[in-house]
């Protein structure tokens, strides 16, 4: 059975005298330990705050979270402010027609972790070290939830964790002992996956408290989630640390925490506004006329977060279509929804351009570019 702990959290109050992971501490906000980005929900790129409707392909409801729901219909995740205290927003994931998971489907919310970010914790290797996740919670449905962490394919630790009230806030945490048996990514590919259960079948399910080789997203015999039609589950401020004691949330200047999720997503519409919005604002332009009519300009844009790897860029015109780009001819016409390329993509910078039959052209576009895992 996992070791379960509730509101195993530092008391940053008073003197800085208490023992953490069996060291004294020199500052409670020590940058860094928490390897989780976006642990308090608060930034969200794609769909600033609108609801997401979800499904088997996986959506992300906000930045570095994805939720994948097989079973059950017209179920949502949405950015919402409803929280714990110290915190401003949440994850709210929302069933809608209710349905039991078959053996092979799958229902999770998770975050994919790239190996640089958790190289220290040495799993894999005779060395590996304990790690602690630590989490709030808020579920309409009681009793036994779980969730794994896990490796890419090959490794996995389902743990359980129990809800006692119906919609009250409750914070919980549970310590592994890593893994010294299989292979972990510790480049920039995947590292660790950190699985939040919302209900999966029997084929992905296995014992809790202890590492299984295999690919696993559930404590066998949890609660489903999904089965519940009209069901909510709200969840933030999670954090997964090395050491065998859950610690204060370590809160991250925003710009911080925005920079790192921008390693994996970044776009050229404003933070507020939802990527494929109808808006000038922000549009990135040639600079300068095109001089021929087979070629209407070209776009350089760098990134303000070298990514990841080089990533898919996806460009739009100001009326929000998906491939495009507007085009201005000088003293004359403007129009949208013109046939448009990226090109020359790297980890910093891309290219756009278009062609078409009118020269003394100029075009604008936005943008998107994603290195998720």
């Not at 109050?13 to 976006?38: D, E, F, H, L």
């Not at 089965?227 to 911080?256: D, H, K, N």
């Not at 910093?348 to 994603?370: D, E, K, Q, R, V």
């Amino acid at each position: 059975m996992s070791t379960i702990k509730t509101n195993a959290i530092l008391d940053a109050s008073g003197g800085n005298t208490t023992t953490i992971n069996g060291a004294t501490p020199t500052a409670y906000n020590t940058m860094g330990k928490n390897r989780i980005i976006n642990g308090a929900m608060e930034i969200d790129q794609r769909n600033a705050g609108a609801s997401v409707a979800l499904s088997g392909t996986g959506q992300f409801i906000v930045d570095r979270w994805k939720c994948r729901l097989d079973a059950s219909s017209s179920s949502t995740g949405q950015q919402v402010s409803d929280a714990p205290s110290g915190f401003n927003n949440s994850i709210k994931i929302t069933i809608g027609t209710g349905a039991s998971p078959s053996s092979s489907q799958i229902g999770w919310l998770s975050q994919f972790t790239e190996g640089l970010y958790i190289s220290d914790f040495g799993f894999g290797t005779a060395d590996a070290k304990t790690v602690t996740l630590s989490f709030w919670v808020k579920s309409s449905v009681t009793g036994v939830f779980s969730g794994v962490i896990k490796n890419q394919n090959t490794s996995a630790y389902p743990f359980e964790y129990t809800v006692s009230s119906a919609n009250t806030w409750e914070q919980k945490s549970v310590t592994i002992a890593g893994d010294t048996a299989n292979t972990w990514g510790t480049d920039n590919s995947f590292g660790i996956g950190v699985f939040f259960d919302l209900g999966t079948g029997t084929t992905y399910q296995a014992s809790d408290g202890s590492w299984a080789s295999g690919q696993y997203f559930s404590a066998t015999g949890s609660t489903s989630l999904c089965a519940t039609s009209g069901a909510t589950f709200y969840i933030t401020g999670v954090q997964l640390e090395a050491g065998s004691v859950a610690t204060e949330f370590e809160r991250r200047p925003f710009g911080m925490e925005l920079a790192l999720c921008q390693r994996y997503f970044e776009k050229s519409y404003a933070l507020g506004t939802a990527v494929g919005s109808a808006t000038f604002d922000g549009l990135a332009s040639s600079s300068g006329i095109s001089l021929t009519t087979s070629y209407l300009g070209n776009i350089n844009t760098n990134f303000a977060v070298t990514k990841r790897a080089a990533p898919t860029v996806t460009l739009y015109d100001s009326d929000g279509n998906s491939g495009k780009c507007a085009r201005s001819v000088l003293g004359g016409s403007y129009s949208t929804n013109q046939s448009v390329a990226s090109s020359w993509i790297g980890e910093g910078t891309f290219s756009a351009y278009s062609s078409g039959s009118t020269n003394s052209a100029l075009i604008a576009c936005h943008w998107t570019a994603s290195s998720e895992l």
